[in-house]
């Protein structure tokens, strides 16, 4: 699994980091960042990745392929 950022749409909101800790931080501007994208459950990931308001999260599968949103 690969988790794909699209900082120009992170808002900073950091529901992310809230719901996996692991495998999402915010840096000194507030924008996303991924520390571990293996260090938390698959469906964890995605809960986080389906929490952000801004929807600002991509996971891709191991191809490389959009699997959310």
């Given at each position: 699994?690969?988790?794909?950022?699209l900082?120009?749409?992170?808002?900073?909101?950091?529901e992310?980091?809230?719901?996996?800790?692991?495998?999402?931080?915010?840096?000194?501007?507030?924008?996303?960042?991924?520390l571990d994208?293996?260090?938390?459950?698959p469906q964890?990931v995605?809960d986080?990745a389906?929490?952000?308001?801004?929807?600002a999260?991509?996971?891709?599968d191991?191809?490389?392929?959009?699997?959310?949103?």
């Amino acid at each position: 699994m690969q988790i794909r950022i699209l900082r120009h749409e992170c808002c900073g909101n950091g529901e992310c980091v809230e719901i996996a800790p692991a495998v999402f931080a915010l840096d000194p501007r507030r924008k996303c960042m991924v520390l571990d994208p293996e260090a938390d459950d698959p469906q964890k990931v995605r809960d986080a990745a389906e929490a952000c308001p801004c929807q600002a999260i991509e996971i891709l599968d191991d191809d490389g392929e959009i699997v959310f949103p």
